[in-house]
């Protein structure tokens, strides 16, 4: 009780110089650094109640001097920290869904910063000087580098299977096998969200095979959609059977109902022909003859979250002009981000200026040079670090080609006065948070996705972290 008494009042902290230093860098207003002040003294009470930090609150100018303290703390943990904050990836997981899965090449990041700081043509047809659409900002790329008659772009690639379920199955039956029912992070799962739109699921075949003759059979009056569903985040191996995509087509066009695939990642690079996974890529599933085609922006496609549906003009209108896609629908900055993304595509400069299909095209020689500037820099500058070059694996992530193993080098990271879990908090607590794995006690550096600028940084990390130890 006593010491609850030496706590100054709000007014008299508000007098106290520290208080009007930090209120006369006009970045914070009077009123939140109030709120901070009132917030750190109820702290202070309840553990002055509890009888904790006791020897901090011995005097009123050693509370006081906590405050201020805290306060600080506050007020630049508000000016230079975002809750969105940027990191540095050394995980070497390109499609890092926690961290943002893609980032965006230099050239989209231009046109979305140009996009927000003025007025753009994003429903404005610039000729005619009336109105436009944003569905055309994007469709004639993807129509050319897809082949597709017509496309439209929604919020993800969820927003896209809904889209299409609730515009073209609502109420009707929805075909699909037992081996597609998948669930992707994040539990968006296809029967839920079949459910969701009031299509009615009708499962067929068993979850290793499915035959021609399920489908075929399971055709009713009732059937509005067959669905497939790229199994891009797991793999059945062993006894399996899954019908050709060509029969699907003949068979669905035979029965005048649509089919439409949900391909998950979707590449539009061929990366299979460079010996990477077996993922077909959109232009060739469009040519098989899928009436429709949704994979997301934001997955090895490389570009801003979005959910991207190409197919047949027909079924693209009836999509574009349900009331959903305007609940779904994309804002001016993925636009400018994914036009940038799919010119580059269009020039084919996606292995070179694209991040995601650059770091994953990248090779463990590339990777070698990384960490071997990063070992002989901090081998230079500090003591106290044992460092160990291996050889090992990045993956692609995402849910994205689960069983692809990408070769890389790993350096593993030790240090005699830290354990790996301490060392990888503090490498989090870095001015940019440096994300690591942290296995068999060690922490492991992958520099496939660390750019050689960012190297520096961690870099600059090691060498002072290790000097303050
Ligand atoms: C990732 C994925 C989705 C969801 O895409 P988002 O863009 O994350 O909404 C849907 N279906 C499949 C098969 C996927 O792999």
């Not at 910063?113 to 009336?130: C, M, Q, S, V």
């Not at 009056?221 to 029969?247: H, Q």
């Not at 600028?453 to 130890?469: D, P, S, Y």
């Amino acid at each position: 009780m006593e010491r609850l008494r030496l706590i100054p009042s709000i007014d008299s902290l508000q007098a106290d110089e520290s208080f009007n230093e930090l209120l006369q860098k006009e970045t914070v207003s009077r009123e939140l650094l109030t709120k901070w002040l009132k917030n750190i003294v109820e702290t202070m009470r309840q553990q002055i109640l509890q009888n904790q930090l006791t020897e901090l609150f011995a005097s009123e100018e050693e509370i006081v001097n906590y405050i201020m303290i805290e306060l600080t703390r506050r007020y630049e943990q508000f000016v230079e920290r975002n809750e969105l904050q940027p990191v540095i990836n050394a995980t070497g997981v390109v499609i890092h869904t926690n961290l943002g899965r893609s980032r965006l090449s230099e050239r989209a990041i231009e046109h979305v910063a140009k996009t927000a700081r003025g007025y753009a043509t994003l429903e404005y047809d610039i000729e005619l000087g009336t109105r436009g659409s944003r569905h055309s900002i994007v469709e004639e790329y993807l129509k050319q580098i897809t082949g597709a008659e017509a496309a439209i772009v929604v919020n993800n690639n969820a927003a896209a299977v809904y889209l299409v379920l609730k515009a073209l199955a609502e109420d009707k039956e929805v075909i699909v096998s037992r081996g597609e029912l998948v669930e992707i992070g994040g539990s968006f799962r296809i029967s839920e969200i079949m459910r969701l739109s009031d299509a009615k699921l009708v499962e067929i075949g068993t979850t290793n095979k499915t035959k021609l003759s399920d489908y075929a059979n399971a055709i009713t009056e009732e059937t509005g959609l067959i669905l497939k569903v790229y199994k891009s985040n797991f793999a059945i191996i062993g006894f399996t059977e899954e019908v050709d995509t060509e029969k699907l087509v003949h068979l669905s066009s035979e029965n005048n109902i649509p089919l439409y695939e949900d391909l998950g990642s979707g590449t539009l690079f061929d990366f299979k022909a460079k010996k990477i996974g077996s993922e077909p890529t959109v232009q060739e599933q469009v040519k098989k003859g899928i009436d429709l085609i949704s994979f997301s922006g934001d997955k090895l496609l490389g570009g801003p979250q979005a959910g991207i549906i190409v197919g047949k003009k027909q079924y693209i209108e009836r999509l574009k002009k349900h009331q959903l896609a305007r609940v779904l629908r994309v804002d001016k900055f993925t636009l400018a981000g994914l036009e940038a993304t799919l010119k580059t595509y269009l020039v084919n400069k996606e292995a070179a200026e694209i991040p995601t299909v650059r770091d994953i095209l990248l090779t463990e020689n590339e990777v070698y040079e990384r960490a071997q500037v990063f070992i002989h820099e901090v081998e230079t500058h500090v003591g106290g670090f044992s460092l160990t070059l291996k050889e090992g694996v990045s993956k692609v992530g995402g849910g994205t080609m689960p069983v692809v193993d990408l070769p890389t080098y790993i350096v593993e990271v030790a240090h005699n006065l830290l354990s790996s879990n301490d060392l990888a908090e503090k490498l989090r607590d870095w001015r940019i948070p440096i994300i690591v794995r942290v296995k068999n006690e060690a922490v492991q550096l992958d520099f496939r996705t660390v750019t050689d600028e960012e190297l520096q940084t961690v870099i600059e990390a090691f060498v002072e972290l290790g000097k303050n130890l």
